[in-house]
C-alpha cells in the first residue's frame, strides 16, 4: 500500500483501499493477519488451510454481515444497523448450528469407516457456506418465540443437507469443478461417488426431519425436494436450445430455490 512501509497496514486502510479499487461486493468483510501464506507440499498456496485460518465462532456472517456492509454503504444506516443487531442476536445460534451441522452425520449401515459416497457427502459439508436455509429456520423459530432446542436445531440442519445434496448432483449434471473454492466433489470422489453422496444427504435430512414428529413439515420437505427436482428436469431439457420462455424461465428460478 505504501511503498517502504515496515508496518502492516490497519484493517481501515485496507478497506479504504479495496473500496477504492474493487467493486462493493468484491470488499473483503474482515482480514486477518499471518506471517506467511499456508502452502502445499508443491508449494502452491493451500486454499483449504485458508479457510480454517479463522474459527467459524470469529467469522462474521456469510449473509448478514454483507447485507448490513451494502446497506451502509448505500448510506441506509437504521438498515445496516438492524441488520447488525440481527446477527449479534443469533450469534450463538449461528455458532451452535455450525457445530451441528459439521456434526451431523448419515448412518454408515455398520461400516467401520465411511465409503467412498459418504466421504463425498462430508467433504462438501465441511465447506462453509451461506447457510441461508437454516437461517431462516432460526429467524422462523425465533420470531415465534421458540429456543433454539434440539427439534429446531435438527430441522435447521436438515434444510442445510438437502440444500448441500442438490449442490452435489448440480455439480455433476453442469459438470462442475470448482465449489466454495475448492474442487468439487465430484473432481474428488468422482461423478458416482457424488452422486451417491448426494442421495445419502437426501435421506439423512429426510430422517432428521421425520424424527421431529411433525408430518406437516416432513411433507414440505418432499414437496420442496420434489420442485427442485422438477425445475432441474426443465433446465435439463432446455439445455443447448435457445428457446426464450418468460413461463419457463420463472418454472426454473422458482423450483431452483425453493
Not at 440481527?86 to 451441522?101: C, F, G, H
Not at 467412498?116 to 429456520?137: D, E, H, M, N, T
Not at 468439487?184 to 451417491?196: H, P
Not at 420437505?221 to 422438477?230: A, C, F, Q, R, S
Request: proline share 7%.
Amino acid at each position: 500500500l505504501v511503498a517502504g512501509a515496515t508496518e502492516p497496514p490497519s484493517a481501515e486502510a485496507l478497506d479504504r483501499w479495496c473500496r477504492s479499487r474493487l467493486l462493493p461486493h468484491e470488499v473483503p468483510d474482515h482480514f486477518h493477519w499471518t506471517d506467511q501464506l499456508p502452502r502445499t507440499p508443491l508449494g502452491k498456496l493451500s486454499r483449504t488451510h485458508l479457510m480454517h485460518m479463522t474459527p467459524p465462532s470469529t467469522t462474521p456472517d456469510p449473509v448478514l454481515q454483507p447485507l448490513a456492509n451494502v446497506a451502509r454503504q448505500q448510506g441506509l444506516l437504521p438498515l445496516a444497523d438492524r441488520l447488525q443487531a440481527i446477527q449479534t442476536w443469533l450469534a450463538e445460534d449461528l455458532s451452535a448450528l455450525e457445530v451441528a451441522i459439521r456434526a451431523s452425520k448419515p448412518e454408515t449401515a455398520g461400516a467401520p469407516e465411511p465409503d467412498l459416497a459418504s466421504r463425498a457427502g462430508a467433504y462438501l459439508i465441511a465447506q462453509p457456506g451461506k447457510r441461508i436455509r437454516p437461517l431462516c429456520v432460526m429467524l422462523g423459530a425465533r420470531v415465534g418465540g421458540r429456543a433454539f432446542d434440539r427439534e429446531v436445531k435438527d430441522i435447521a440442519v436438515a434444510c442445510e443437507i438437502a440444500h448441500t445434496a442438490t449442490l452435489l448432483h448440480d455439480d455433476v449434471i453442469d459438470e462442475g469443478t470448482d465449489r466454495r473454492g475448492r474442487e468439487t466433489a465430484r473432481m474428488v470422489f468422482g461423478n458416482a461417488a457424488s452422486v451417491l453422496g448426494g442421495d445419502i444427504l437426501l435421506l439423512h435430512s429426510l430422517r432428521l426431519v421425520e424424527a421431529v414428529g411433525n408430518r406437516n413439515l416432513l411433507t414440505t420437505l418432499l414437496d420442496t425436494i420434489e420442485k427442485m427436482v422438477k425445475a432441474e428436469a426443465i433446465q435439463l431439457e432446455q439445455r443447448g436450445r435457445f428457446q426464450p420462455s418468460r413461463e419457463t424461465a420463472l418454472a426454473v428460478i422458482h423450483g431452483k430455490t425453493a
